[in-house]
C-alpha cells in the first residue's frame, strides 16, 4: 500500500524559511519521480517543484532559487526546503509519487502524471 506523509509545515514570517518532509512508503521510491504541489484556497493546485529517479529536478518559475527539492533514497524521504518565504507561498503543500516499474527519467510537475499523494501540510506565512 502506498503511503504518502507530509510534516514540516508551520506558520513562518516572511523571509523565513521551513523544511518540507515527505516519508514514502509501499512502493519502489528509488525508481519514481517525485513532486511537490500546492493549493491556496480558492486557486487551483500548483505544481512546485519535481524530481526524477537520477536526482533531476526542475521548479515553477516563482520558487527558482528560493527552493529546493531532494531525496534521500536510503530513507525513502522526500525534502523540500523553503528559503526566503513570501506572502504568496501560502497553501496546503502535497507530495506525489509518479509510481512505475521503470526508472522515471526527466522530472516534472504534471499533476496528471501522480497517482499518488499525501494529505498535504500546512504552509502559512505572514508579514
Known amino acids: 500500500q502506498v503511503q504518502l506523509v507530509e510534516s514540516g509545515g508551520g506558520s513562518v514570517q516572511s523571509g523565513g524559511s521551513l523544511r518540507l518532509s515527505c516519508a514514502a512508503s509501499?512502493?519502489?521510491?528509488?525508481?519514481?519521480?517525485m513532486g511537490w504541489f500546492r493549493q491556496a484556497p480558492g486557486k487551483e493546485r500548483e505544481g512546485v517543484a519535481g524530481?526524477?529517479?537520477?536526482?533531476?529536478?526542475t521548479y515553477t518559475d516563482s520558487v527558482k532559487g528560493r527552493f529546493t527539492i531532494s531525496r534521500d533514497n536510503s530513507k525513502n524521504i522526500l525534502y523540500l526546503q523553503m528559503n526566503s518565504l513570501q506572502l504568496e507561498d501560502t497553501a496546503m503543500y502535497f507530495c506525489?509519487?509518479?509510481?512505475?516499474?521503470?526508472?522515471?527519467?526527466?522530472?516534472?510537475?504534471?499533476?496528471?502524471?501522480?497517482?499518488?499523494w499525501g494529505q498535504g501540510t500546512q504552509v502559512t506565512v505572514s508579514s
Open positions: 506525489a509519487a509518479q509510481v512505475t516499474y521503470k526508472y522515471c527519467s526527466g522530472p516534472h510537475v504534471r499533476p496528471e502524471w501522480y497517482g499518488y
Open positions: 524530481i526524477d529517479s537520477g536526482g533531476i529536478t
Open positions: 509501499g512502493f519502489t521510491y528509488t525508481r519514481s519521480c
